[in-house]
């Protein structure tokens, strides 16, 4: 029986469904929400793109993108199903008389037109003035906005204001996949729910707070795009500043869209900007030479297919972050994303203070902090690290380091982990905000970020070397050193 009966079906229409993401994240999300009979039974799916493609091809192009990453995993019967979805459409997004087609395909009475750009975004304009022309669109269609929307505060308002000539505030849907991550999501729970958390989440308990982001990845053939945007443009500015977010803001009224935008908003208003002063003593940035990778071999970012040898864009960032407020005054967050790091990993770790005496000096000549570590991925679950006696019967009381574990895969084994496409994909065919972007918050986390890269752009700095395989420059560990603290890990 399909559990999604209450919602009205959708023609949701992928432009550039030929594209790495569609393939990729998309077409296989939809799949697995096929799969756990989540979708409406008459929705649609229609991919858009240039090229000349019967939907014949698209279709089998759907399944070597399943068989490419779900291996042996495809259940044919639900593939059946999920195939008699997809369709196709050759349209130049660039030219206005070729939208017209989209008539014949979309069915606005009996369905809600989900728009998803999964293109670059230089070409949102055009996509809103072809829908808008072609009088396909009414009051209940959707769009979504992939990351990056902008390179800067100026163009993200640039894109944010030509979407807003066409579509509602209510109707945009701005996508970091990384809110769709359950773990994410639990920081809600864990920090609004759980009075141990909720009464000991400040600068009177937590001495600081460090969030890593690390990628095994290189450029992946995108040298020529990733160039252009750097390490702090394509993962800080967005996946990094929403995690900060959902860890420093206050309790929101209830869990309404606007009431936890409002929060998360307030958080962003209040980091300290850095300036040309600053800069060079709370952020590190780095760029990976050759190395190795689980005994493999892989080139440096200057040795990278069409590199341009005399780059210093960054493939590494670490900043220290201060949040001017009550509750966080004097407690630094240290954020720390890049490239070719020794192995992926998403993290959160909160230290909480010293105790300021010591009655277990035979053990620890400095008791060692408690720490909440929350693990984002992959291996999704939470942490609690503290002191525990070890057994005896000679009458010392010895401590060890121990680990509270609530791993999610062992705590819910019958329960799946959907991935953050998954539920954000699942929430757009729903209509629920919730997860989403606002436009202020986006405009807002580029006003900090802009500060960084002008700051930047007037120091002589460049990128420190890293090897691959390694977890960045050796500044990176200094810029804690400083601070009297050390990189978890």
Request: net charge negative.
């Given at each position: 029986m399909n559990k999604n009966r209450n919602f009205k079906p959708c023609d949701l229409v992928i432009y550039g469904a030929l594209g790495d993401l569609s393939t990729r994240k998309?077409?296989?999300?939809?799949?697995?929400?096929?799969?756990?009979?989540?979708?409406?039974?008459?929705?649609?799916?229609?991919?858009?793109?240039?090229?000349?493609?019967?939907?014949?091809?698209?279709?089998?192009?759907?399944?070597?993108?399943?068989?490419?990453?779900?291996?042996?995993?495809?259940?044919?019967?639900?593939?059946?199903?999920?195939?008699?979805?997809?369709?196709?459409?050759?349209?130049?997004?660039?030219?206005?008389?070729?939208?017209?087609?989209?008539?014949?395909?979309?069915?606005?009475?009996?369905?809600?037109?989900?728009?998803?750009?999964?293109?670059?975004?230089?070409?949102?304009?055009?996509?809103?003035?072809?829908?808008?022309?072609?009088?396909?669109?009414?009051?209940?269609?959707r769009m979504v906005m992939e990351k990056p929307i902008g390179h800067d505060l100026k163009s993200s308002i640039e894109i944010n204001d030509a979407v807003a000539g066409v579509f509602n505030d209510d109707q945009i849907f701005r996508i970091d996949h990384y809110l769709g991550k359950e773990t994410v999501l639990n920081l809600l729970a864990l920090r609004f729910a759980n009075s141990i958390f909720t009464t000991n989440w400040d600068h009177n308990t937590i001495d600081h707070i460090q969030i890593t982001v690390a990628e095994e990845v290189g450029i992946e053939g995108r040298f020529e795009y990733f160039d252009k945007t750097g390490q702090l443009r394509d993962m800080l500015q967005n996946h990094l500043l929403q995690i900060l977010t959902f860890v420093a803001m206050e309790p929101p009224v209830n869990l309404e869209a606007q009431s936890i935008h409002n929060e998360k908003i307030k958080v962003l208003a209040a980091l300290r900007p850095i300036t040309k002063c600053t800069v060079e003593d709370v952020t590190v940035r780095g760029q990976y030479t050759k190395g190795f990778l689980k005994a493999d071999e892989v080139p440096g970012y200057l040795e990278e297919e069409g590199a341009n040898t005399e780059s210093t864009t960054e493939s590494f960032v670490a900043i220290r972050v201060d949040i001017d407020n009550w509750r966080w005054a004097g407690v630094p967050f240290y954020l720390r994303t890049g490239k070719r790091?020794?192995?992926?990993?998403?993290?959160?770790?909160?230290?909480?203070?010293?105790?300021?005496?010591?009655?277990?000096?035979?053990?620890?000549?400095?008791?060692p902090p408690n720490k909440l570590i929350i693990h984002l991925q992959p291996n999704e679950g939470v942490e609690v690290e503290m002191l525990n006696k070890v057994p005896g019967i000679d009458g010392d009381i010895k401590l060890q380091k121990t680990k509270l574990d609530l791993s999610f895969s062992e705590t819910f084994k019958e329960k799946r982990i959907f991935g953050g496409y998954e539920k954000l994909i699942l929430e757009v065919l729903r209509g629920n905000p919730t997860l989403f972007l606002s436009r202020e918050e986006i405009e807002q986390a580029w006003t900090w970020i802009d500060s960084i890269q002008d700051a930047w752009g007037s120091s002589s700095d460049v990128p420190k070397p890293y090897p691959a395989g390694t977890w960045g420059p050796i500044a990176s560990d200094s810029l804690l050193a400083r601070d009297g603290r050390s990189w978890e890990g």
């Open positions: 998309l077409l296989i999300s939809l799949y697995r929400l096929e799969k756990s009979d989540l979708l409406e039974p008459d929705t649609r799916i229609i991919g858009i793109d240039r090229h000349d493609k019967e939907d014949s091809e698209f279709v089998e192009l759907a399944y070597k993108s399943l068989q490419d990453f779900l291996k042996n995993t495809i259940d044919e019967t639900v593939w059946q199903r999920f195939s008699s979805r997809l369709s196709y459409l050759k349209i130049d997004l660039t030219q206005m008389d070729q939208y017209h087609q989209l008539h014949d395909v979309i069915d606005s009475k009996s369905r809600v037109m989900v728009n998803y750009f999964s293109v670059a975004p230089f070409l949102f304009k055009d996509i809103c003035r072809g829908l808008d022309q072609c009088g396909v669109l009414n009051d209940e269609s790091m020794n192995y992926k990993r998403t993290e959160i770790v909160v230290y909480f203070k010293h105790l300021p005496h010591n009655i277990f000096a035979d053990s620890f000549r400095q008791l």
